[in-house]
C-alpha cells in the first residue's frame, strides 16, 4: 500500500521568504510526527498530532514554526520568515496507534535549503 | 546531558565479524526503547523493538538494561548490506520518540 508521502522532495527559499511542507500520512494512522534532521545527527522531534490535534508541540524551536492537521490527515508544517539555521531534513512520519504501541512510518522527508 | 546518547562510529568492521552496539538514555521513567536503521539520504525504519528479556530476530539481538539505562544492539555474522546508521529511540510515555545521533557502521569486504 502506499506509504507517507512528503512533498515537495526539495526546496530551495530565500532567508526572510514563508515556506509549507506537506505530508500525507499512511490511510488509516491517527497518529503523526514531524521530525527534522541535520547532518550527522538523528531525527530531532518538533510537533505530535493525534487526529487533528497537536497533542505534543514542545520540539517546534519557536513561533516561526506552526503546523495543522485540520482533517486528522494530512498535515502541513509551516515556517515563517526562514533563516539559515532552518535547512535540514523535514521528516514526516505516521503510526497507527501512538509511537508507544506502533511502530514510525517515516516519509521520504523534504530537503529545506534556505540561502 | 542528552536525553539518549550513541557513539557516533564510524565503525569499519569486516564482513561476517560480529559487531555490538550501545546507547544509554538518562530518563529512568523511558518505557519503550527502538532501534531504527537508517541507509545514506532516505529515512528511518524501524528495525527491532527491544523488550525488557531482550529479544532476537534472525542475527539482530537487542538488550535492556535498566538498571545502567542502556541498550545494545547485537549484530552477527555481518553482511555488506548491513551498512547503514542504527540509531537508538527511546519513548519517555508522553508518545514523543527521541533518537540518538546515531552510530554508522559500515562492512568492509
Known amino acids: 500500500g502506499a506509504g507517507v508521502s512528503q512533498t515537495p522532495s526539495n526546496k530551495v527559499t530565500e532567508k526572510g521568504k514563508y515556506v509549507e511542507l506537506r505530508c500525507d500520512p499512511i490511510s488509516g494512522h491517527t497518529a503523526l510526527y514531524w521530525y527534522r534532521q541535520s547532518l550527522g545527527q538523528g531525527p530531532e522531534f518538533l510537533i505530535y498530532f493525534q487526529g487533528t490535534g497537536a497533542a505534543d508541540d514542545s520540539g517546534l524551536p519557536n513561533d516561526r514554526f506552526f503546523a495543522v492537521r485540520p482533517e486528522g490527515s494530512v498535515s502541513t508544517l509551516k515556517i515563517q520568515r526562514t533563516e539559515r539555521g532552518d535547512s535540514a531534513v523535514y521528516l514526516c512520519?505516521?503510526?497507527?496507534?501512538?509511537?508507544?504501541?506502533?511502530?514510525?512510518?517515516f516519509g521520504n522527508g523534504t530537503r529545506l535549503t534556505v540561502t | 546531558r542528552k536525553e539518549v546518547e550513541q557513539d557516533p562510529g564510524p565503525f569499519n568492521v569486516p564482513e561476517g565479524a560480529t559487531v555490538a552496539f550501545n546507547c544509554t538514555y538518562s530518563n529512568s521513567a523511558s518505557q519503550s526503547f527502538f532501534w531504527y536503521r537508517q541507509d545514506c539520504r532516505k529515512e528511518p525504519k524501524l528495525l527491532m523493538s527491544?523488550?525488557?528479556s531482550g529479544n532476537e530476530d534472525g542475527r539482530f539481538t537487542a538488550q535492556l538494561n535498566r538498571a545502567s539505562q542502556y541498550i545494545s544492539l547485537l549484530i552477527r555474522d555481518s553482511k555488506l548490506s548491513d551498512s547503514a546508521t542504527y540509531l537508538c529511540v527511546v519513548n519517555s510515555g508522553n508518545e514523543k520518540l527521541t533518537f540518538g545521533t546515531g552510530t554508522r557502521l559500515t562492512i568492509i569486504p
Open positions: 527491544v523488550y525488557s
Open positions: 512520519a505516521s503510526s497507527i496507534r501512538t509511537a508507544f504501541y506502533s511502530p514510525l512510518h
